[in-house]
């Protein structure tokens, strides 16, 4: 072609040979440049961790330490003493009569942090995320050998993972209908976490704490209320000038166990509305009625959506919402109440769990003046016979030390400590691990 | 006798029927004897064993959901989640609107920027805008997606929506609440992709045109505008026609960058600013959680789906492009 012959003529090889190593050069500063950048950026999930590691610097450095001494010392002022009360009760604070081993021994705090070498996969929940990657941050410096690397895909993707045996531990909102097992044979259920689903709202000149209840937010998500002045929301607020705009409901594109709560919520507490509409009476993590307001993927794409859209009302875990800063609804509870998301309320919530299991799993609308409506455990899914018994070891060791000392990273994001009982149904359930040949890896 | 591989092919003997037989089969047979012929054999049928064993896979897994479900499985309009029903009639209808609006707004803007680039551009500027046009095709889908998330959506919502509810004659396709995702930006975010493909492949077809055909109407008066338009577009015409034909397929397939900007809303409406949602996004949104059995066999049934209008609108617009290519031939 004529161009390339006009054009050619002043370009030597030599040019070439220098123009790659330059832009290679600054193609290496500028993404340099953009790490130390977001490193320091203020909206960061890491820069919001550091934050609240400051304000709550006790139990930084309760978790990093190994007694638990430091452990029940180190609760975050800001949480009440019924998280104080739960931490790890059931765990004497003198060393256990057998030193620990790293082939097993003892499951103990003291000897949690003692483990194998080893990297570790897991795959699941997305609500649980901000807590996992926190903790595990935190196991990691306490135990130098254990890599944990947690794909937060969604509590579906984390339940078909871990019965498939491709990744080591699975984290699901909602527990597998028992007896659950795999191609590995049977799954224990741990529950790790203890948190609770934000209703969020972006309304500007209404503060935070607008009262809503079942039929309402029925209502909202069924497209029957369609202005934040309508008569319902005016009912229960009678003292809040709400304006005009027009509510824009938002729900999860894909599942979530934020979803199945509010299901549940409003299964149990919205009427014959929500009953005979799609949503039926059963509830689903794919959330039913997908023909009114817009649909988002995971808690992110809702927390963004529900930050760039004013009127808009949607349901994302209450870790993000905190950290988001959102104005959340007080939802009316059992007992009557009003009550706003928060750790006390959470934990409330947490502590009606009597006879938790992983076929009685259901806290949502639980009764008690203080108790807030829509919480839920997170449980952990891993092999009862594990065929790699150091891998057994050090996921026993792992989710031991998670669910006692890791519990005051839960606080500092906004999910509550487990309660006492809890965390004993935790370490019963994590005393069932084998080996390959059907012995107990953990002697008490 | 060994039977290697790389044997050559025998002699033919002096037997009539046997000496015809080998004639012909020496005629067919090229250099490199046995070998080449198996290896030819063995591409093409790998390739069409891919291929086929692709559709075969997909269209068994969707059987389970197909029968239980019915042949209103592929038009359904209801979503029940408990049942594992999905409205794959909603589905296609946001693919064909989605695709529709983004080839509306990406082949006129298209064609012209290829005319402008094969014919008036200067030199020192074709070059670099080329590769800027090519550089849009290489962002991933995902990036354009959050693009279109985070900065699309907000100027969509105040901007651009209330600017065509406003517009009188369109109310019929422009009406509903603002909300930000919706077909339209699905529609303009599937144009920002298809673009690069529309124009790299018209401008290739217009700068193939003969020159001899661009100095004719040049001779005959016309103006560099009527150039292009009597004698660059008919003449780069089958190009321009197999452009738009692969921008079209791209766009019905694009699943993340759809399900981030559309809304994703299950419901049948014909407002372009209403959310909704496309097969692409369905499948996306849908099969990694979707639970062994009728679910996960309802969602490949999406797939499916999908294969089967892409073929059908490719296979359709060639046969459309070629019977009216054979009308107007003299």
Redesign the interface.
Same mark, same amino acid.
């Given at each position: 072609m004529v161009e390339h012959g006009a054009k050619g003529a002043g370009r030597g090889p030599g040019d070439h040979g220098r123009r790659p190593r330059r832009t290679g050069l600054a193609l290496t500063a500028a993404t340099a440049l953009a790490l130390a950048a977001s490193a320091c950026g203020s909206s960061s999930p890491t820069a919001a961790r550091h934050h609240t590691a400051s304000t709550t610097t006790t139990a930084a450095t309760g978790a990093a330490s190994t007694t638990t001494t430091a452990a029940t010392g180190a609760a975050p002022a800001s949480t009440t003493t019924v998280a104080k009360a739960s931490a790890p009760a059931s765990h004497s604070t003198t060393p256990p009569s057998a030193a620990c081993s790293t082939s097993g021994g003892p499951l103990s705090a003291a000897c949690d942090t003692k483990s194998p070498s080893l990297q570790v996969t897991g795959a699941g929940a997305n609500s649980i995320q901000p807590f996992f990657t926190r903790a595990f941050y935190f196991y990691n410096q306490a135990d130098h050998g254990v890599n944990v690397n947690y794909s937060p895909a969604g509590s579906s993707v984390g339940v078909s993972d871990i019965q498939q045996n491709t990744v080591n531990f699975g984290d699901s909102e909602i527990p597998i209908k028992t007896p659950a097992t795999g191609t590995g044979g049977a799954i224990l259920q741990v529950p790790v976490d203890l948190g609770g689903v934000a209703l969020s709202y972006n309304l500007p000149g209404v503060s935070g704490g607008l009262k809503l209840d079942g039929p309402t937010v029925a209502g909202i998500f069924l497209g029957t209320i369609k202005a934040w002045n309508d008569q319902a929301i005016k009912a229960l607020n009678p003292g809040v000038s709400l304006p005009s705009t027009a509510v824009v409901a938002v729900h999860r594109a894909d599942s979530s166990g934020p979803g199945y709560d509010l299901d549940q919520y409003l299964i149990d507490t919205g009427g014959s509305a929500w009953t005979s509409s799609a949503a039926g009476t059963t509830p689903s993590t794919k959330w039913p009625v997908a023909s009114v307001g817009v649909g988002q993927q995971l808690n992110t794409g809702v927390a963004n959506y529900i930050q760039q859209t004013p009127g808009a009302i949607g349901y994302v875990e209450y870790a993000y919402s905190l950290q988001a800063g959102f104005t959340n609804a007080a939802l009316k509870n059992k007992s009557g109440g009003f009550v706003t998301p928060s750790q006390s309320g959470i934990a409330a919530a947490g502590a009606q769990a009597a006879g938790l299991s992983a076929s009685n799993f259901n806290i949502v609308n639980g009764p008690g003046s203080g108790t807030y409506p829509l919480a839920n455990f997170s449980w952990t899914l891993i092999y009862q016979k594990q065929a790699n018994a150091t891998l057994g070891v050090v996921l026993g060791k792992l989710f031991d030390w998670v669910t006692t000392t890791g519990q005051n990273q839960a606080a500092a994001l906004g999910y509550s400590p487990l309660p006492a009982n809890v965390v004993a149904l935790a370490h019963q359930t994590l005393l069932q691990l084998q080996n390959a040949a059907g012995k107990a890896l953990f002697s008490s | 006798m060994s039977s290697s591989l790389l044997e050559e092919v025998p002699p033919p003997r002096l037997d009539p029927v046997r000496g015809v037989r080998e004639a012909l089969r020496r005629r067919h047979a090229r250099p490199g004897g046995r070998l080449y012929a198996t290896l030819r054999w063995a591409g093409a049928g790998v390739f069409a064993a891919l291929v086929l064993g692709l559709v075969i896979s997909l269209v068994w897994s969707s059987s389970d959901a197909v029968r239980h479900f019915g042949p209103g499985f592929f038009w359904s309009g209801?979503?029940?989640?408990?049942k594992d029903e999905y409205p794959t009639g909603v589905f296609i209808v946001g693919t064909l609107v989605t695709t529709a609006v983004a080839l509306v707004l990406a082949v006129p803007v298209g064609l012209c920027a290829a005319a402008f680039l094969s014919e008036l551009a200067p030199?020192w500027l074709a070059?670099p805008l080329s590769v800027a046009v090519d550089l849009i095709a290489a962002v991933p889908s995902i990036v354009v997606g959050l693009w279109g @998330? @985070?900065v699309l959506?907000?100027v969509f919502?105040d901007h651009v929506e209330p600017f065509f509810k406003s517009v009188p004659v369109l109310e019929w396709l422009f009406h509903g609440?603002a @909300?930000?995702?919706s077909m339209l930006l699905a529609g303009v975010v599937l144009a920002v992709m298809i673009l690069p493909t529309v124009v790299a492949l018209s401008r290739t077809a217009m700068r193939g045109v003969a020159v001899a055909d661009r100095e004719a109407a040049r001779a005959l008066g016309a103006t560099r505008w009527q150039v292009v338009r009597t004698a660059v577009v008919p003449g780069a015409r089958t190009g321009i026609e197999a452009a738009v034909i692969l921008a079209t397929g791209r766009a019905m397939g694009e699943t993340i960058a759809v399900?981030?900007v559309i809304?994703?809303?299950?419901?049948f409406t014909h407002s372009l600013l209403a959310?909704g949602?496309t097969l692409g996004?369905a499948i996306i949104?849908?099969f990694?959680?979707?639970?062994?059995g009728i679910d996960r066999s309802a969602v490949i049934g999406l797939v499916v789906t999908l294969l089967v209008i892409t073929a059908l609108v490719n296979v359709g617009g060639q046969l459309l492009l070629r019977a009216r290519a054979r009308a107007e031939r003299p």
């Open positions: - | 209801t979503y029940d989640a408990a030199r070059a @998330l @985070l959506t907000p919502r609440q @909300l930000g995702p399900a981030m809304g994703n809303n299950y419901s959310p949602a996004s949104n849908n990694a959680e979707a639970s062994p």
